[in-house]
């Protein structure tokens, strides 16, 4: 059982890289927190920091109820898993997930069963005697992963453990991370840039960018309440688009483009006091819309907009598009043939979309 | 010697090889000779200890005894009869400095876990309790083991920070002394550069090289080159990784994961302001001193 807290969390490198800055937060027990944001965002020093393998510049590190600022990572009840899954050359699978133990001195039997357990569990029973040679990049993952379970830690700390995998191997890794948390229910602290990885896995994400958290939630949340356009954009895949315009009465207004503000918006946007104000709006690709039901249903938010690139997905067609020149993507369904050069009608679905203030970036809500 | 000294202190005893730890109630030494012999603490004064280490080299009981390997080694480091220096290992060997944070693990848990690594004794020469060399004899190709590769494993086991720098390799003991001060110099120092954690000679050069030129001229040089980018982050950030990543440009889009063409754009843009364009070896040269210079 195992909450972690970061109160006031600082790390200043001996260069004087701040690389991780006020960080507040709570890990619950059990829960499967992800930490993602673009490279050198401090997500590993970050995960460092909570290993102890990097001292905490200033800020406290609980563990349960106990400060471990100054507890060395050996006494801290967490077991490691990194990116590189390099194992002991000369050792088979049974003695890599063995040995950590036999550095600890643990009794023969003890080690025996534990390894047999891990092996077990991750499905490596008949691999126990290869060499890491003779073995897949998954099941090196693997066996990266039972070095883990052996330990019986309180905490799981994984820092980008599937990214020198290849994208189906991934995938599949992926699954069994989740399904080992399931079954382990150890609290698991995983670093990854990859959106797509975060919002798959998480309990919570928390975003970060330059140091700094940018928002933490459960997946959905992020997603579909995004607090700032850094988040918006990073979250999701194709990116959510992001257009640059007025509030002005009832319309957000680009130049000659003007998009009807569903009531509930607009009240939140006056209250605030936007009228006359440039405004970001955040509209993700799947909520721009070609049926003739929508374009129907909305045509004071419809635009005509010129198509640059459509590509074919299978089930869906992503357009790239303009308006008031400024680019934006669509995703839609691959009913029609549409190809670039071709005019066609798009309807927002503002009652779905997001505006930020133009200077700090934030939504406003 | 020994035998004198025995007729003073009764308990006197020489350690012998194998025996892994030496026992905490004796105060050990060593002898001129590389013998390690120790007196029992209660029977010894202080004034005993400072007498004895006019002679003796007094040895930490935290540390693995030295086999007969590492005592060798360490003869031949210090030794300046030149004569000792005769011996040729059979392989090329090199000089594998390593620091751990203090007073986290045992030396000894570091030694076994090395061997482990190794799969057989390998000659560890302690600076002190956190810090000292690997002697490693170069080995067959596909047997050779990258440190850069091995090190999440170690620390994830050992659980505790370690760095590693590689010295070069070498075929005779000539100059070995002076081989030996050198990588200890380098590596007390170059960690504070980097944030590697693995890092080899070869690619420490660049970084002594600078720090040798006065800091007027280094601020002056970076400031030249990287204009106003000194204080773009990301840009340093994403030319720092397209070196690392030998200007490969699908490489080092994939570590930032960025879009290749992005980062392209991103280049360009960079030439375009700074008419310094870091696809060609001599620019990237000038840049990645211009960055290190900056540090
Ligand atoms: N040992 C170090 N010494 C000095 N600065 C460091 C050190 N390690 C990391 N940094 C700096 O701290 C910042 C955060 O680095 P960190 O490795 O935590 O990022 P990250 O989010 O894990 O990135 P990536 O996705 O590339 O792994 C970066 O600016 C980096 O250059
Ligand atoms: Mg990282």
Redesign the pocket.
Same mark, same amino acid.
């Given at each position: 059982m195992a909450e972690l807290k970061l109160v006031n969390v600082k790390?200043v490198? $001996?260069?004087k890289?701040?690389?991780?800055e006020d960080f507040n937060l709570e890990i619950r027990d059990k829960e499967f927190l992800v930490?993602v944001?673009?490279?050198?965002?401090?997500?590993?020093?970050?995960?460092?920091m909570i290993a102890g393998l990097?001292e905490i510049s200033s800020g406290d590190l609980f563990i349960g109820d106990k400060r471990v600022n100054d507890v060395p990572p050996k006494d801290r009840n967490i077991a490691m898993v990194f990116?590189n899954y390099a194992l002991y050359p000369h050792m088979d699978v049974y003695n890599n997930m063995a040995f950590g133990l036999k550095l600890r001195k643990f009794k023969k039997d003890e080690i025996k069963k534990r390894v047999d357990n891990a092996a077990k569990i991750l499905g490596l029973e008949n691999l126990l005697n290869r060499k890491p040679k003779a073995l897949s990049g998954g099941q090196r993952q693997r066996v990266a992963l039972g070095r883990a379970i052996v330990r019986d830690a309180e905490v799981f700390l994984m $820092? *980008?453990p599937l990214s020198n995998l290849d994208a189906k191997l991934r995938v599949q890794m992926r699954a069994e991370i989740q399904k080992l948390h399931s079954r382990l229910q150890t609290t698991t602290i995983y670093?990854t840039?990859d959106q797509t990885e975060a919002m798959t896995m998480a309990t919570r994400l928390v975003v970060?960018k330059d140091?700094i958290i940018q928002q933490v939630g459960a997946p959905k949340e992020v997603y579909d309440e995004p607090d700032n356009v850094f988040v918006g954009g990073f979250i999701g895949s194709p990116a959510m688009n992001f257009l640059n315009g007025k509030l002005v009465g009832n319309h957000f207004v680009m130049d000659d483009v003007k998009l009807l503000v569903p009531d509930g918006r607009l009240k939140v946007l006056k209250e605030r006091g936007y009228d006359g104000k440039d405004i970001i709006l955040g509209i993700r690709p799947e909520d721009i819309n070609d049926e003739q039901v929508f374009l129907d249903f909305s045509p004071e938010t419809k635009v005509s907009a010129s198509v640059e690139v459509a590509e074919l997905m299978g089930a869906e067609i992503i357009l790239y598009s303009q308006v008031n020149n400024q680019s934006f993507v669509a995703r839609i369904d691959s009913r029609f043939n549409i190809s670039a050069g071709d005019t066609i009608d798009l309807a927002f679905d503002l009652s779905k979309a997001h505006f930020f203030d133009k200077e700090t970036e934030q939504r406003i809500k | 010697m020994i035998n004198q000294l025995k007729e003073v202190f009764s308990t006197l005893k020489v350690h012998k090889d194998g025996s892994n730890q030496l026992d905490s109630d004796y105060k050990w030494f060593a002898t001129d000779k590389e013998e390690i012999i120790g007196i029992r603490n209660d029977e010894l004064t202080s004034k005993d200890v400072s007498l004895l280490t006019t002679f003796l080299t007094p040895y930490n009981v935290k540390f693995p005894t030295p086999t007969q390997a590492e005592r060798n080694w360490r003869k031949i480091i210090y030794s300046t009869d030149l004569g000792e220096k005769d011996w040729k290992p059979s392989h090329p060997f090199r000089f594998v400095y390593f620091s751990f944070n203090k007073n986290q693990i045992e030396p000894l848990l570091f030694k076994d876990a090395i061997e482990g690594l190794f799969d057989k004794q390998v000659p560890i020469l302690w600076e002190n309790e956190h810090e000292g060399f690997i002697i490693e004899q170069q080995m067959m190709e596909e047997e050779s083991i990258s440190y850069e590769q091995i090190i999440d494993i170690l620390m994830s086991d050992l659980y505790v920070k370690i760095t590693f720098f590689v010295g070069p390799y070498k075929k005779d003991m000539e100059d070995l002394t002076l081989y030996y001060h050198s990588l200890t110099n380098i590596a007390k120092r170059i960690?504070h550069y980097?944030?590697?954690?693995v890092l080899t000679y070869v690619e420490a050069i660049p970084f002594l090289l600078t720090k040798q030129t006065d800091e007027d001229l280094r601020l002056d040089i970076s400031k030249t080159i990287l204009q106003e980018y000194i204080h773009d *982050?990301e840009t340093i @950030?994403m030319m $720092?990784?397209f070196f690392q990543c030998n200007l490969n440009l699908s490489e080092t889009a994939k570590?930032? @994961?960025l879009h290749r063409n992005s980062l392209q754009y991103r280049l360009d843009r960079f030439f375009e302001k700074t008419g310094i364009d870091i696809r060609q070896f001599q620019d990237a040269m000038t840049v990645s001193l211009a960055l290190l210079a900056r540090k």
């Open positions: 790390k490198y $001996d260069n890289v701040v690389s991780v930490l944001g673009p490279s050198g965002c401090g997500k590993s020093t970050t995960l460092r990097e990116q $820092d *980008e670093v840039h970060m140091g | 960690f980097t944030t590697k954690s *982050e @950030h $720092d990784t570590v930032l @994961h």
